[in-house]
């Protein structure tokens, strides 16, 4: 596999949060010459245009700068009623601002989520995927990641405890990878 740099972004301020577990468990699988930053969406301040005509924050540039200079970002979400949480759709917000090209044109991007419930992020993810259409970004398509039912597939510790899940992320993390090289 050619070398893969892929930013990691999930949505979640919860310590505990299902969907960390699930971004740590996809880390630990992604495959051989994937070279992954983690960055905390949290560091964001709320998008306000007033800030943005004083100059981007230094943490809304780190953020440009490393969406520009991934070759694949990960985005990793819950479903908040019936939705994306407000930290990720505002990572999403400052990256589509200038300067042009905005952060997400043409950037490849894998989307997954996790919920105790039972419908997997599928509304989230819906969600997530038409921001980043309007965005000009390159949604990988298949496979994809709903993980409902999570507390049953994590341990105590909110390490992964199913291999059945363990398998598909191996998958999914591969088919990511590839998805990557393809818009290189």
């Known amino acids: 596999m050619n070398h ?4 990691a972004i999930a949505g979640s301020c919860r310590r505990r949060s299902f969907n960390r577990a699930l971004l740590r468990a996809a880390i630990a699988r992604a495959p051989e010459g994937v070279e992954i930053r983690d960055f905390d969406p ?3 301040p ?5 800030v943005e005509a004083a100059g981007d924050p230094a943490e809304v540039a780190d953020f440009k700068a490393a969406v520009h200079a991934a070759d694949l970002v ?3 979400t819950p479903e908040y009623n019936g939705g994306l949480p407000a930290v990720l759709k505002n990572a999403v917000d400052w990256g589509s601002r200038p300067p042009r090209p905005q952060a997400w044109d043409g950037k490849p991007v894998a989307i997954m989520g996790a919920t105790p419930g039972r419908l997997g992020t599928a509304l989230a993810q819906r969600s997530l995927r038409e921001s980043l259409a309007g965005l ?3 949604v990988m398509p298949q496979p994809r990641v709903l993980l409902s039912g999570a507390g049953a597939v994590f ?4 390490e992964l405890a199913d291999e059945t899940t363990g398998k598909h992320l ?3 993390m591969s088919a990511a990878a590839e998805w990557a090289l393809r818009f290189r």
């Open 42 to 44: 949290s560091r964001l």
């Open 170 to 172: 191996d998958r999914f």
């Open 46 to 50: 709320f998008y306000d245009g007033d």
């Open 136 to 138: 000009n970004a390159h």
């Open 155 to 158: 341990d105590d510790d909110l």
């Open 74 to 76: 990960l985005l990793v």
């Open 4 to 7: 893969v740099s892929l930013l």
